[in-house]
């Protein structure tokens, strides 16, 4: 074989090299995003098996009320059978929103030192930014107003006001 005839089949070789490796790195990085993309599915699965967990768990606990009160009405003379009216209603209210309740006390007892929005002067803000304060934190209503009351009267005055979160008590 002469040099030149060597000299094309190693290009050839090479060139032939060089692509293997290309659509190797090609078909290693196809490899990788479908591996990705089997693994989103399964942590997107595995959430969504949590999320019906937790709706089964509420639904057995809607369930097991209602079962109780049909129950009590189906085992009890006629005369004392219970109905459906508003004390029923508001009891379990009252039994479901004790927690919420309870809570937003112990918050407003520790922050009832702190500045009000009595005491604050809104000079320059806006009333929606105090409105979707208040809506966006629904336990405790007066707590977020106190305490948005307390940063804007504090940064009026210059001082600095320490906000703390529920973690933080």
Known sequence: ??????????????A?????FILLFILLFILLFILLFILLFIL????LFILLFIL???????C????TWIHVWL??????????CAADFFHFLRRRGRRRLLRARLVRREHQEEPSLGEAKFDAVP???????LGLFSCGWNW???RLGGCLTSLGQGKEFLVRRYKDM
């Open 56 to 62: 089964l768990f509420i639904l057995l606990d809607v």
């Open 1 to 14: 074989m002469s040099r030149i005839a060597k000299r094309e089949i190693l290009s050839v070789a090479l």
């Open 16 to 20: 032939a090299a060089i692509l293997l």
């Open 64 to 67: 097991r009320d209602a079962w």
């Open 144 to 146: 977020c107003a106190d």
């Open 44 to 47: 997107l699965f595995i959430l």
């Open 75 to 84: 085992n009890v003379p006629e005369r004392q059978r219970p109905t459906l």
């Open 127 to 133: 009333c929606f930014l105090v409105g979707f304060h």
